[in-house]
């Protein structure tokens, strides 16, 4: 028994000393120590050892599985030392090696032009109000005095859903909405998107951008919309620029005007960028309709107001002398970084 106690020791220390992997280390474990063991088979037969042998061979079966657990446990270290090592050679991160450049975004030209004119309005007291893209034909039109059949209605190719339902066409819906919440007075741009059925062309998009203005309290006069928008004009393009009422027509407004500033790149006098005339149109406006005023609930009597239309890509295009809408729509990394 002893020797053959020597030699299952023997062959798993030589065994283990051999093993290369973590699992083959568990295996010899089970295969010597386990419940089916060499070793625990071993112990099986000492019935057949003389009684007074048992203490001396018990304990040499003792030592065995010790030698055997210290020689595994030091093997284990060894191997997962080893592990270890080849991870970290695996894992090594070259400090030399260049950065990845993250690239800074940049503001569209339509954003940079509308936090301009966000922050002229604001700086003049307005508020910024939103409304929303999806509208009623009610809003869109009936209210600001456009009823079914009217002609302004065929000037703006507009996008029905249903026969309620619209994509807005124009941001003054916004106008009706505030008017409509019965708090006054009122001052406030609406910025948005509006849509209309129109082809794709230099100056043309079935989608763009509106800001809206309305001013309403006792007291309100064409001066007053005069005096702003002539503010407006200076502060957007220089302190230069003149602006020119000229009479128009909206259905919401009465009376109604389209106005002009100097052409900024050749005060006036006449360029290529003017088309010859000095003279530049960039909105139209006018005096709140006291039918609009009723319709919201506002009476005319007591309150009057102004109100105005801006479209922010043709401010962007004047601003930042882009000749061709189209290039807005694109995002052309090449062409945005130059604003
Ligand atoms: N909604 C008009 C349009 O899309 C623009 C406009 C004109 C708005 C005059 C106004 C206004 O508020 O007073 O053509």
Redesign the pocket.
């Known amino acids: 028994m002893r020797e053959q106690l020597e030699k299952i020791k023997k062959e798993a220390l030589k065994q283990i000393q051999s093993s290369e992997a973590l699992e083959t280390l568990n295996e010899i474990r089970v295969s010597y120590l386990g419940k089916k063991g060499e070793l625990t088979n071993l112990l099986k037969s000492m019935k057949d050892v003389a009684p007074e042998e048992r203490p001396k061979v018990g304990q040499m079966v003792n030592d065995a599985r010790t030698a055997i657990e210290s020689c595994l446990e030091e093997a284990k270290a060894v191997l997962g030392r080893k592990a270890r090592e080849e991870q970290l050679k695996k894992e090594v991160i070259d400090v030399t090696l260049p950065g990845k450049k993250r690239k800074t975004g940049h503001s569209h030209p339509n954003t940079i032009a509308l936090e301009e004119v966000e922050r002229i309005f604001i700086g003049m007291g307005y508020e910024v109000v939103e409304g929303p893209e999806v509208e009623y034909d009610h809003y869109n039109f009936e209210k600001l005095n456009i009823p079914k059949g009217h002609p302004a209605r065929d000037?703006?190719d507009t996008f029905y859903i249903n026969d309620r339902i619209l994509l807005r066409?124009?941001?003054?819906p916004v106008?009706i909405r505030t008017m409509e919440k019965g708090k006054l007075p009122i001052r406030m741009i609406a910025p948005g998107r509006?849509f209309r059925s129109d082809e794709v062309d230099a100056t043309h998009s079935p989608s763009f951008h509106?800001i809206?203005?309305?001013v309403i309290d006792k007291n309100i006069t064409f001066a007053d919309l005069k005096g702003t928008l002539a503010e407006f004009a200076k502060e957007l393009f220089g302190p230069e620029t003149k602006v020119k009422f000229r009479p128009h027509h909206?259905p919401?407004?009465e009376p109604?005007a389209e106005v002009d500033v100097t052409c900024f790149k050749c005060g006036g006098r006449g360029c290529r960028f003017c088309k010859g005339s000095g003279w530049i149109e960039i909105?139209?406006?006018?005096m709140?309709h006291p039918h609009v005023l009723e319709m919201c609930g506002i009476d005319p009597d007591e309150y009057s107001g102004?109100?105005?239309?801006v479209g922010l890509e043709r401010i962007a295009l004047l601003k930042y002398e882009i000749d061709d809408m189209r290039l807005l729509y694109e995002n052309d990394i090449r062409f945005l970084k130059q604003f």
């Open positions: 000037e703006q066409s124009q941001t003054s106008q509006v509106q809206e203005g309305l909206f919401f407004t109604s909105l139209g406006c006018g709140v102004f109100a105005f239309g």
